[in-house]
């Protein structure tokens, strides 16, 4: 199956939350989960009839969760088998790997505005992982990578600032794991990310559920 290229705000309005695919819009009152009530097709009431079963609840989890990382089934599949295989708790192994991904750690150190946006930057060539050419979104970080802006890039005006500009304008706030020196263009790891620094409303027991039926 290839990937989705609709409307990405139908993306959040079928899960029901906000999984910030849109930047900015998403923040703003033009947000289509804040303007629309009910899921994409449903009636005139708002509402599609019928509840969820158990397994339907814990499918729309992981479909939430899988498209807010922007990832094909099978990649996060094998995201699930490799959390699966690790010592540690296997929801929080997957969360941990999902969060550390190349062009997830550009978006939280706010150098992009959605993790589309972010692997589109990455794919392009924009970044250094340890001073080495790193252009494939699923690279898994590891504590004390340090990702910076390429010099050229940053010539080109891809990151173009004013002079006044402290920081990025990302509307989410730095990550606790993530250090961002912004007048270098760059971020470094200084830990991996624990469950407590990652959304709170995502459950990832349902996802290891729904995998291990």
Same mark, same amino acid.
């Given at each position: 199956m290839g990937r989705y290229t609709g409307p990405r705000c139908r993306l959040c309005r079928r899960e029901q939350t906000k999984l910030f695919l849109k930047g900015e819009r998403c923040y703003t009152e033009k947000c289509a989960v804040s303007r629309r009530e009910g899921v994409p097709g449903a009636s005139a009431g708002g509402r599609r009839r019928g509840k969820n079963s158990d397994y339907g609840i814990m499918l729309r989890e992981k479909q939430k969760v899988k498209r807010t990382y922007g990832l094909y089934e099978k990649q996060f599949l094998n995201y699930f088998k490799q959390a699966a295989a690790s010592k540690g708790v296997t929801g929080e192994s997957l969360l941990q790997l999902l969060e550390t991904r190349i062009d997830n750690v550009v978006y939280k150190l706010g150098f992009a505005n959605s993790i589309s946006m972010a692997r589109q930057l990455v794919r392009h060539n924009h970044f250094l992982l340890n001073g080495k050419k790193a252009n494939i979104p699923s690279i898994i970080l590891n504590e004390g990578d340090r990702l910076e802006v390429k010099a050229k890039? *940053?010539?080109?005006?891809?990151?173009?600032?004013?002079?006044? %500009?402290?920081?990025?304008?990302?509307?989410?706030?730095?990550?606790?794991?993530?250090t961002l020196e912004w007048a270098n263009?760059?971020?470094?790891?200084?830990?991996?990310?624990? *469950?407590? %620094?990652? %959304?709170?409303?995502?459950?990832?027991q349902l996802i290891v559920e729904y995998y291990s039926k």
């Open positions: 890039s *940053r010539e080109k005006g891809c990151f173009k600032r004013g002079e006044e %500009d402290t920081g990025p304008t990302t509307l989410h706030a730095l990550p606790e794991w993530l263009f760059s971020g470094t790891v200084s830990r991996l990310p624990i *469950r407590a %620094d990652i %959304d709170p409303e995502i459950n990832e």
